[in-house]
């Protein structure tokens, strides 16, 4: 059941990610960063339901909830996600916040998703002036 509706949910994110693509002019290889950032955002909030707002602490943890495509950018760390973040941990708030970004952002822009799962394309000096989050000391 919970694979369908992230299936819904990862269908609606593509329609609206479509139409914010197509109107920004961007190319095909953002727009699947996008997607996939945009489901990696939707499992991170289901796991903290599932877990009593416990924090992934590895991909591993967000797998069961990923499509491949979207795993496989995680697990090989083209996605920088930013794990053992809380909602609550997110003291700038979670719409201010950058939970996960595309490998290299900070040198030639590219894809961020923030913690409430708005996902954009941001420009290399804007990420630099953004709010990332930081994974708890231990």
Same mark, same amino acid.
């Given at each position: 059941m919970r694979r369908r509706s992230l299936g819904v949910s990862v269908v609606l994110c593509f329609c609206l990610l479509s139409e914010v693509a197509a109107r920004a002019g961007m190319q095909d290889g953002q727009m699947a960063v996008m997607i996939d950032l945009k489901q990696i955002v939707v499992a991170y909030h289901a796991y903290l339901n599932d877990n009593q707002d416990s924090a992934p602490k590895k991909a591993s943890d967000l797998g069961p909830l990923l499509e491949k495509r979207a795993f496989?950018?995680? #697990? &090989?760390?083209? %996605? =920088?996600?930013?794990?053992?973040?809380? @909602? !609550?941990?997110?003291?700038?708030? $979670?719409?201010?916040?950058?939970?996960?970004?595309?490998?290299?952002?900070? #040198? &030639?822009?590219? %894809? =961020?998703?923030?913690?409430?799962?708005? @996902? !954009?394309?941001?420009?290399?000096? $804007?990420?630099?002036?953004?709010?990332v989050a930081k994974a708890p000391e231990r």
């Open positions: 496989a950018r995680l #697990e &090989s760390e083209a %996605v =920088v996600f930013i794990y053992g973040v809380r @909602v !609550k941990d997110m003291n700038e708030g $979670a719409s201010n916040t950058i939970i996960a970004y595309e490998k290299g952002v900070a #040198e &030639s822009g590219g %894809v =961020v998703a923030y913690g409430d799962g708005v @996902v !954009k394309k941001l420009s290399a000096d $804007a990420f630099k002036k953004s709010i």
